[in-house]
């Protein structure tokens, strides 16, 4: 299992914050949402990102509209993955993990 930190997403639409995040990427890939919730689900990997020198865990929401990934930091989920830029459409596309 990899620890694997998400330095950035891509939202549809990109502008719209209140759109939900189609991919999640760091150093050397990015993976569609579907794919990094089915990795946490199946226990395969873990990701988190840093806010503010701090570690969130990204975890698994089931929402009313489907599942969606959420950070989690002292013992909460975070409203929203602040601390985490956006990334541009076909940066580190090859689908692996760190």
């Known amino acids: ?3 694997v930190q998400v330095t950035c997403i891509n939202k549809q639409p990109r502008n719209n914050t209140h759109e939900g995040i189609t ?16 990795s946490i689900e199946q226990r395969s990997n873990t ?3 840093m806010v ?3 570690r969130a865990d990204v975890g698994v ?11 989690y930091a002292d013992g909460y989920y975070q ?4 601390g985490v830029a956006g990334m541009p459409i076909g940066t ?7």
Not at 29 to 34: E, G, I, L
Not at 61 to 71: H, I, L, S
């Open 1 to 3: 299992m990899a620890d």
């Open 23 to 38: 991919h999640l990427g760091g150093a050397g890939w990015k993976w569609p949402r579907s794919q990094v919730i089915l």
């Open 47 to 49: 990701f988190f990102t």
């Open 52 to 54: 503010g020198g701090r």
């Open 61 to 71: 929401v089931d929402g009313p509209n489907g599942k969606y990934v959420r950070t």
């Open 79 to 82: 409203r929203q993955s602040s």
């Open 92 to 98: 580190a596309d090859r689908g692996e993990t760190a």
